[in-house]
């Protein structure tokens, strides 16, 4: 990453005539506010929309598109709804780990809309540090099991499945969760609980979502050089890096495409150096 061009890009860019609706019922504002406000966005709520139609994580709405599609969509609507030039959409999605595939795994998605010139940017950021879990308990103790490694009641519960007569969200009374299933595990073989995802029930998600601010105003903050549209950044790598010993191609990236989202403008920009003989298949096969 060239630092130094990216300092030089945050000098000569203009103020953007900047009001950001956020389309948020979950409090969210206040995790986005302070990075995006260093490049001139003034971050605005709504919250006379039910984002609830976009999807639950307690599914009793399922998410339709993809996570870019729906914080897109998400991002297009606020600023239609503010009828602001820019909005801007959040979304969180819970999966494996791209490791090893078996950890829990939270991704957070933020994307701005700019209306004048029809185009998006687009920041993650992921975490291992979710307490994203459900199941089954059978007993107090496999509850209060489960209550302890979801960092309850910090972190808010979701007791039973929806159209289940003891369903409730955002669970935050460890006394009276306990007392709750105390009465329902004698007459009920299992009872499902799970981890609320939303943000304001969530620090850990929190964190995420403010690290994906981060992200989004680092790339806004580089401008592309044909059109002067804000967010030109990293894209992708070609591999290619030669190994230090033998010269021969490796795996490890040797040239970084960065790409302007607004034009079609482009910049292949080599890595320097050389790749370690660890990774080349013919020093270390
Ligand atoms: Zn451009
Ligand atoms: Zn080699």
Known sequence: MTTESADRDVQRMPLPDGRVAFLTCHDKTRLVSEPLAALGFVVEPLTTYNTDHFGTFSREVGRTGSAEDTVLAKAKLAADLASSRYGLGSEGSFGRDPH????????????????????????????????YAQGEVDSMQAAVLFMDKAQFPEHALILGHPGEPWFRKGIRERDA???????????????????????HFNPLRQAVIREAAVVLAQRLSSHCPQCQALGFAFARSEPGLLCVDCESSTPLAAVHIWQCPACVYSERRPVAGNAPAAHCGYCNP
Do not use: H, K
């Open 100 to 131: 090893i595939g078996w950890m829990p795994w939270d991704y957070e998605l933020l994307c701005l809309w700019d209306t004048e010139r029809q185009y998006a940017v687009f920041a993650l950021a992921s975490s291992g540090a979710t307490n």
């Open 177 to 199: 969760l306990i007392e709750q299933l105390q009465a329902l595990l004698p007459q009920e073989l299992r009872i499902w609980l799970e981890t609320d995802m939303r943000a």
